[in-house]
């Protein structure tokens, strides 16, 4: 899952009217690219048919982060399902978010992982932003692979992922109280 928005751009505050009108444009970038053929579950079940993924394979959704300050920035979700989706295609996948996160200047998105079972996360070295599940995967793609970390079950991530500013990677994990 991926969350990012339109608000903002590289951290610089931006007017009301400005963040409103980008994010309306966010949201219809990500319409476009992810319809179903069913236009009543467009914004609930979309398929990002120009993608050539299968339907049902990348869903999303209205999100917004909330600072300590109380401010907040509207955004959304992108989930990319990694059950049906090969690592070739997880990866054109997230080049497709980071590149519609470059076009409305975010300098990083959030990346959120979640274990649910006590499995190696791999780090494949071709994908430095993509983890993944060990026994989620073929790994013999031809890429010299490294074990990153032993995750305990129910542990939940969020990875900073760069865009526009180099340098922005940060894992931590998330505690909800």
Known sequence: MYGFGAYNPRGQTATDDYNEKHHELLRNDIMDVCRTSNSATTTTSPSPSTLGFQEDSVIWWDAASIWEDGSSEKGFIVALNNAMLSPDDLSKGEQWIVDIAA????????KFLFFQEPELAIHAKSHPTM????DGFSLDDGTENEVFEKCAPGKLFRETVPVLDPGT???VEVIID
């Open 103 to 110: 076009k409305y200047g975010q300098g990083a998105i959030y």
């Open 131 to 134: 983890f993944v599940e060990k």
């Open 169 to 171: 990677n940060a894992r």
